[in-house]
Every structure is written in structure tokens, then in C-alpha cells.
């Protein structure tokens, strides 16, 4: 018996911890309404989102399916119309798919939909719990061997092994029977409590590179155009008008081992170029703009030694890749 009630102790102490994180981590989604329009976050009210769509997530059997809720429903609902719209778009061309990043975007919405779907059983079974309503929920909870099926293909996620854990007590004889069990309960709320901050980290971790898709879209496409070698021209204001002519090479996106030496941070976005480069412990910012139809660059330069001036690039051969 008292074996029993320090075991009930310990993991009354456990959960308490458990769920004062998931409160914490979710203070700005499950806030009043005040304080969720003085924040207006650009974070999504995923919880809201979830119950909103309990029942489609609890029923996703395959990658197509989470795709095809994700264009309909999720995508919308996380502001994210231009990643669903994209998706939506099928067949896309190779070439076309490829410089849109589209598998690195689909295999992110799948993930995303996994930890959603994962994260809605979590909060499903902490309802169930609380409401005491444990037999006759299980099925719902667990669903069809397809959808566990499913979930299982994201066997690397911080949140699998907590889902196997959950799972087990959703499995277990004292669960089917209804059991009213203190040690059960709170071992169970335990378990979906750690689910949900776990399935909830991967979610934000996915939603944050969904949103930056277009930004490394657009990062790409501008170091392709960048992309080549250029007659560089110096004019440094500092030194009596000192000019400097250097050959500067910039390599295909994805081969930083051949960027230029210096460059700490590169930018391109339409026909506006900056450059970062860092050396001994001093600093040179580029300010540059494309003319010529690309084949030009001109524009300014400042350095942390108060150098100041102009540059001028000249394009002398394409991309090599």
C-alpha cells in the first residue's frame, strides 16, 4: 500500500511538472481574448486550429491525405494560402518544382500534419481523463491501424517515443476497462502532456520553415543570378580616392566551400544585392543594385574603418556549376 502511494506521489509530481509546461508554452495561444488582440502574434492558435479539425486529423491515412487537408483546410488556417496554393498545383514541372523548393516544402507539410494529428490525441486523451471517459473513447483515440501506420513513417521525431508510451497505456487492460485508477490517470495525463509539449516544439519548428519557404526560395534564386565571375572596382573615398580592382567568384547555391573569402551574408532580393564580409575582426557592408539586364552591378560600399566609396561589378563569365 505504501508502495502504491508514493508511486501515485511521484507521478502526481511529474505530471504537475508536465503540464505547467504545456501551460507555459502555451500562454500566448490559450490566453483571453484581450490578451490574445494585444499581442496579435503572427503564431496560429494551433489549439483552436486542432479542435476546429479534430476529426479530419484523426482520420489521416497517407502523406496524399495530409497534403490534400493541408491545401483545403490547415494550410489556410496557419496563413500559409501561397505554400497550399503551391501544393495544390499538380503536376508543377521538374524544373519549375525543383527552383520551388517543393519537395523540401511537401515533406515539411507532412511533418507539420504529423505533429498536428499527433498533437489532437494528446490533448483528446487529457479531455477524455478529465471527463472520465476512458473505454469509450479508445478507438476514437487510437484510430485505424493506417493512421498509426502513417505517423510511425516519422520514426526520428522528438515526440515518437512519447507516442509509444501513450499508446501503451491506451492498450493497456486497466484503460479498457474504464479503470478509475488514480496511478492510470495520472500516469496517462502524464504521458499526453509530455506528447503535446513534444509534438507541439516539432510543429513550431515546421511552421517556422514553412513560413520561411519563399525566402529561400527567393535567397536561391538570387544566388543563381549572382552566380558567376565578376570584374570587381573599388573606389574608396578615404584614401584619396583609392581604386582596387579585384576577381571575384560566386558559386552555384549549395557550394559554400567555393563562396567568396570574407563573405559573411549574401542577400539578393529582385535587383537589389547586399554583402556582408567579415575579416580580422573588421567589417564592410556592399550595398549594390543589377543593371545591363544583369550583366552589371553598381553601388556603394561603408567599412568599420570609416572607408566609404563606390563599386562598380562587371559580369566576365556566367555560372559555372
Given at each position: 500500500m505504501y508502495n502504491h502511494i508514493r508511486l501515485v506521489r511521484s507521478a502526481l509530481s511529474r505530471i504537475s511538472l508536465a503540464l505547467a509546461i504545456v501551460a507555459l508554452s502555451l500562454f500566448g495561444t490559450w490566453s483571453t481574448a484581450k490578451a490574445e488582440e494585444s499581442l496579435s502574434s503572427?503564431?496560429?492558435?494551433?489549439?483552436?486550429?486542432?479542435?476546429?479539425?479534430?476529426?479530419?486529423?484523426?482520420?489521416?491515412?497517407?502523406d496524399k491525405g495530409a497534403s490534400t487537408l493541408f491545401v483545403s483546410a490547415i494550410g489556410p488556417a496557419l496563413q500559409m494560402s501561397d505554400a497550399a496554393r503551391t501544393l495544390g498545383t499538380n503536376p508543377l514541372p521538374i524544373k519549375l518544382a525543383n527552383e520551388l523548393l517543393l519537395?523540401?516544402?511537401?515533406?515539411a507539410v507532412h511533418r507539420l500534419?504529423?505533429?498536428?494529428?499527433?498533437?489532437?490525441?494528446?490533448?483528446?486523451?487529457?479531455?477524455?481523463?478529465?471527463?472520465?471517459?476512458?473505454?469509450?473513447?479508445t478507438e476514437g483515440l487510437v484510430g485505424s491501424p493506417q493512421a498509426r501506420?502513417?505517423?510511425?513513417?516519422q520514426g526520428n521525431t522528438p515526440w515518437h517515443d512519447t507516442l509509444n508510451e501513450l499508446s501503451e497505456v491506451l492498450a493497456s487492460p486497466e484503460w479498457a476497462r474504464g479503470d478509475q485508477d488514480k496511478l492510470?490517470?495520472?500516469?496517462?495525463?502524464?504521458?499526453?502532456?509530455?506528447?503535446?509539449?513534444?509534438?507541439?516544439?516539432?510543429?513550431h519548428h515546421e511552421w517556422d520553415r514553412i513560413r520561411s519557404w519563399k525566402d529561400r526560395v527567393r535567397g536561391l534564386r538570387g544566388q543563381a543570378r549572382l552566380c558567376g565571375t565578376w570584374q570587381?572596382?573599388?573606389?574608396?573615398?578615404?584614401?584619396?580616392?583609392?581604386?582596387?580592382?579585384?576577381?571575384l567568384l560566386f558559386p552555384p547555391?549549395?557550394?559554400?566551400?567555393?563562396?567568396?573569402?570574407?563573405?559573411?551574408?549574401?542577400?539578393?532580393?529582385?535587383?537589389?544585392?547586399?554583402?556582408?564580409?567579415?575579416a580580422n575582426g573588421q567589417v564592410q557592408e556592399d550595398s549594390l543594385q543589377f543593371s545591363k539586364e544583369g550583366q552589371r552591378l553598381e553601388g556603394s560600399f561603408a567599412n568599420s574603418q570609416g572607408g566609404w566609396g563606390s563599386i562598380s561589378g562587371k559580369r566576365t563569365a556566367g555560372c559555372t556549376p
Open positions: 503572427s503564431i496560429p492558435n494551433f489549439p483552436s486550429i486542432i479542435r476546429a479539425h479534430s476529426d479530419q486529423l484523426a482520420t489521416i491515412e497517407s519537395p523540401d516544402l511537401t515533406a500534419m504529423r505533429g498536428l494529428a499527433v498533437w489532437r490525441l494528446a490533448w483528446t486523451v487529457r479531455q477524455a481523463v478529465r471527463d472520465r471517459q476512458l473505454a469509450p473513447v501506420a502513417w505517423l510511425d513513417q492510470i490517470m495520472v500516469t496517462t495525463l502524464e504521458r499526453a502532456a509530455r506528447l503535446e509539449v513534444d509534438a507541439m516544439q516539432a510543429i570587381w572596382i573599388i573606389h574608396n573615398h578615404q584614401h584619396n580616392h583609392q581604386e582596387q580592382k579585384l576577381s547555391s549549395g557550394q559554400t566551400q567555393s563562396t567568396p573569402p570574407g563573405l559573411a551574408e549574401m542577400i539578393v532580393l529582385g535587383e537589389n544585392v547586399y554583402l556582408r564580409w567579415e
